[in-house]
């Protein structure tokens, strides 16, 4: 079974704090993403990877960042959380040739 | 056009009768689809995949395509209480990597 495992499931950070969520997927999969969901809103992506050190934004890149150091591990970093980033955070990751996703468990995080 | 559009719903249906989900898409570069199943609280998982013209069976599902008119549903034929669900609906872009989602459509199987 393909797993894809997000570092935590519930996360609560101060308006201003450097957050880091991490990804990290089992099968050898070569890209990975990471998307919001908010209700009403569906799943947004915020930016994806599909090798080692490359990065693609999404649709909603701004006021995020990521790091690919290796093929494994994909991360998302809030560089200044804010209250407009309290969501739900899903990691997937897929084979370049069946594109199909396996998603994380998601993180629930909150900015206060 | 959005991407890729699903009626919100909610849709409800009566316990085994058939459920009829839609989705539209707007990128003809587009090859394969994926409908994915999410839980209340919990991560989406993929049930169902279709890769060219036609029906796709599985169980009590099945995934039709339409690419001339950019157009996938998903039945659930004999619907239970258990279906109840948001079921989304995926496309992954022609021209790159991307893999894009509908809003999804919350399904209620009324007992």
């Given at each position: 079974d393909v797993k894809v495992t997000q570092s935590s499931r519930y996360l609560v950070k101060r308006t201003g704090e450097k957050v880091f969520l991490e990804c990290v997927q089992d099968?050898?999969?070569?890209n990975m993403f990471w998307y919001r969901q908010d209700p009403g809103l569906g799943l947004r992506l915020i930016y994806f990877s599909y090798d080692v050190k490359m990065k693609e934004k999404g649709d909603i890149p701004e006021g995020y960042s990521v790091s690919r150091e290796k093929k494994e591990r994909f991360s998302l970093i809030l560089e200044s959380a804010s209250t407009n980033q309290t969501s739900m955070y899903l990691c997937a990751s897929s084979l370049e040739d069946t594109r199909i996703a396996f998603f994380g468990q998601g993180t629930r995080l909150t900015v206060v | 056009q959005k991407e890729v559009e699903q009626n919100s719903g909610p849709l409800s249906v009566p316990e085994g009768a058939i459920a009829s989900l839609n989705c539209t898409y707007?990128?003809?570069?587009?090859?394969s689809f994926f409908w994915y199943r999410q839980y209340s609280g919990k991560s989406p998982e993929l049930i169902m995949s279709i890769y060219s013209n036609g029906d796709k069976e599985d169980g009590r599902f099945t995934a039709q395509l339409n690419k001339a008119s950019q157009y996938v549903s998903l039945l659930i034929r004999d619907?239970?209480?258990?279906?109840?669900a948001t079921y989304l609906c995926a496309v992954p872009r022609g021209r790159d990597d991307k893999i894009i989602f509908g809003k999804g459509t919350r399904l209620h199987i009324l007992p």
């Amino acid at each position: 079974d393909v797993k894809v495992t997000q570092s935590s499931r519930y996360l609560v950070k101060r308006t201003g704090e450097k957050v880091f969520l991490e990804c990290v997927q089992d099968m050898d999969h070569e890209n990975m993403f990471w998307y919001r969901q908010d209700p009403g809103l569906g799943l947004r992506l915020i930016y994806f990877s599909y090798d080692v050190k490359m990065k693609e934004k999404g649709d909603i890149p701004e006021g995020y960042s990521v790091s690919r150091e290796k093929k494994e591990r994909f991360s998302l970093i809030l560089e200044s959380a804010s209250t407009n980033q309290t969501s739900m955070y899903l990691c997937a990751s897929s084979l370049e040739d069946t594109r199909i996703a396996f998603f994380g468990q998601g993180t629930r995080l909150t900015v206060v | 056009q959005k991407e890729v559009e699903q009626n919100s719903g909610p849709l409800s249906v009566p316990e085994g009768a058939i459920a009829s989900l839609n989705c539209t898409y707007s990128d003809r570069g587009s090859q394969s689809f994926f409908w994915y199943r999410q839980y209340s609280g919990k991560s989406p998982e993929l049930i169902m995949s279709i890769y060219s013209n036609g029906d796709k069976e599985d169980g009590r599902f099945t995934a039709q395509l339409n690419k001339a008119s950019q157009y996938v549903s998903l039945l659930i034929r004999d619907s239970q209480p258990s279906d109840s669900a948001t079921y989304l609906c995926a496309v992954p872009r022609g021209r790159d990597d991307k893999i894009i989602f509908g809003k999804g459509t919350r399904l209620h199987i009324l007992p």
